[in-house]
C-alpha cells in the first residue's frame, strides 16, 4: 500500500503546484502581469515592413499587452500594399470566432513578442468592435476574393 501511496501523492502535490497562481514567481515572474504591462512604443516598429502574408497567423496583442487574436487575413488596397489586418478574435478551436478590422494605421509590429500591436485598442475596446465583413471590392490575401 505504501509502494503506491507514495508515487500518488506526489502526483497529486505536483499537479496541485502548477495550478498554483505563483508557480509563475517561483519561476521568474508571473507571466499574466507581464502580459499587461503596457507595450513600450520605443520596442515597436512600422507593421508594413512586414511581408503581409507573414502577417497571417500572428498574434494580435492590445496595448496593454493581452492578446486580442490572431491576424486572419490582410486586406489590400488599389495599389497592392496592406490597408487592415481581419484579426480573428474568441472562440474555441475557430467555432464561434468573430473577426474584426484593424487599419494598418494603428497597428506596429513587436519583435520581442513576435506579434501585431494595436496601439489605440485595449482588450475591451478591440471586444467591442464591429463584426468585419467582406464586400465585392476588396483584395484578400487568404480568401482570394478580387475586385478592385
Do not use: H
Not at 505536483?14 to 520605443?42: H, K, T, V, Y
Not at 512586414?50 to 499587452?65: S, T
Not at 513587436?110 to 485598442?121: C, E, G, K, N
Amino acid at each position: 500500500m505504501r509502494k503506491v501511496a507514495i508515487p500518488v501523492l506526489s502526483a497529486v502535490v505536483l499537479l496541485s503546484l502548477g495550478g498554483c497562481a505563483e508557480m509563475g514567481s517561483w519561476f521568474g515572474g508571473d507571466s499574466s502581469q507581464q502580459a499587461n504591462r503596457p507595450i513600450s512604443e520605443q520596442s515597436l516598429q512600422t507593421a508594413s515592413r512586414l511581408e503581409p502574408r507573414a502577417m497571417i497567423g500572428k498574434n494580435v496583442v492590445a496595448y496593454d499587452g493581452q492578446k486580442v487574436g490572431t491576424v486572419d487575413d490582410v486586406i489590400m488596397n488599389r495599389n497592392n500594399r496592406p490597408s487592415q489586418l481581419v484579426v480573428s478574435s474568441g472562440g474555441v478551436m475557430g467555432i464561434g470566432a468573430r473577426n474584426v478590422a484593424l487599419d494598418m494605421n494603428n497597428v506596429r509590429y513587436s519583435p520581442q513578442q513576435d506579434a501585431i500591436v494595436a496601439t489605440q485598442l485595449t482588450k475591451e475596446q478591440f471586444a467591442n468592435l464591429p463584426e468585419f465583413q467582406y464586400g465585392g471590392n476588396m483584395i484578400s490575401l487568404n480568401k482570394q476574393k478580387t475586385g478592385y
